[in-house]
């Protein structure tokens, strides 16, 4: 205990020794986040990563995050893989600007799903603008043109090359700046595709190819769907019949940053919000949200894959992907998932 506590009062006087710590992986504040043969850990691999998508191919766990620096530095994307969830594999550089020659800047919030063997990779780029917001700067291009883009491979681990040679979308539709998707395969097959930011939410469908969406039944491309609080960051998942729509909230540069859920019968809602799954825990970290959710295959267990921010905190792109358990109680409705320095148990696919 003697120790613990001057390893707190160390971390506190200098903060850049709790970050070479923390990257390091070893035994951290209160002694809770060290890896071990049968714990993840948190976080679960070296570096600032974030707005992480966990999916499961075969018999491995991936985790697709945005390397989170400066958005002129944000320029590649890199792979995680794992076969029991505590040791993980990194593939370098699967995507980057010289592949996509439209990307200037920005490339951020993978999402990626298999279809006809192969693997697509939807991401945003450029963060893009449009005139009329503070952001926007008429005398510089380099957020002027930009949006959501997709790059496909043959494997999960890429090297993933531009699908479409140009953004996927670039227009602002209801007002939702073009980042942040998702695509949800549902039980018929159609393929959902959720995306927005700036407190808006648009939902689409793909065509067959991936190369752009199914009118709805009015004509329009995309049906705003925004429930009450959401920011940014809509993910899906369905279990037990129930579609579980979840956003992130706050902000994501501070500690207001969190994840929230709403509950339906179908993917298209509607989704009204229920309350609260993750958020910050000043005993641990702050910052907590733009999640994804993980099903262990062949079981009801849940796992939450999402960043957060250590404390203490240097910089706003300081953000580290980490793994805790997601429950659920016997109505269907989210337990508040705790977040923890020691992550998940082991869990190899098909083991019981």
């Known amino acids: 205990m003697a120790k613990i506590k001057f390893l707190m009062m160390i971390c506190k006087l200098f903060p850049r020794f709790f970050s070479v710590l923390l990257l390091l992986g070893g035994t951290l504040v209160n002694g809770q986040n060290e890896k071990s043969g049968q714990m993840s850990g948190n976080p679960i691999f070296e570096g600032w990563y974030a707005d992480p998508e966990g999916a499961v191919f075969g018999d491995e766990y991936w985790i697709y995050p945005t390397f989170s620096d400066d958005y002129d530095k944000q320029l590649h994307f890199d792979a995680f893989s794992s076969q029991d969830l505590i040791e993980w594999k990194k593939h370098e550089n699967i995507l980057d600007t010289t592949k996509i020659k439209w990307l200037r800047q920005a490339l951020w919030a993978p999402s990626i799903i298999e279809k006809d063997k192969k693997y697509y990779l939807f991401f945003g780029a450029n963060d893009i603008q449009r005139p009329g917001r503070s952001s926007y700067d008429p005398n510089n291009d380099i957020n ?67 190369t752009g969406f199914v009118p709805w039944e009015d004509g329009s491309i995309f049906k705003e769907i925004t429930p009450e609080g959401y920011v940014e960051g809509p993910f899906m998942f369905l279990r ?27 993917a298209t809602g509607p989704y009204k919000r229920i309350g609260t799954v993750l958020e910050s825990d000043e005993s641990v970290a702050t910052g907590a949200g733009h999640h994804s959710v993980i099903n262990v295959p062949g079981t009801d267990e849940w796992i939450m894959v999402y960043h957060r921010r250590p404390i203490p905190n240097e910089d706003r792109d300081h953000r580290v992907t980490c793994l805790d358990n997601m429950e659920f109680n016997k109505d269907g409705t989210i337990k508040p998932v705790k977040i923890t320095f020691g992550g998940v148990e082991k869990r190899t696919i098909g083991s019981k």
């Open 144 to 210: 002027h043109y930009g949006g959501i883009g997709v790059a496909v491979a043959d494997t999960p681990g890429g090297p993933f090359e531009d699908y479409l040679g140009e953004p996927l979308i670039s227009d602002f539709y209801n007002d939702a700046q073009p980042i942040d998707q998702f695509v949800f395969k549902d039980v018929d097959g159609t393929h959902y595709f959720f995306y927005g930011g700036w407190s808006h939410c648009n939902l689409g469908r793909l065509n067959d190819d991936f």
């Open 240 to 266: 037990r019949d129930i579609y579980y729509f979840m956003w992130s909230e706050g902000n994501w540069t501070d500690g207001s940053y969190r994840v929230v859920y709403a509950m339906a019968d179908k």
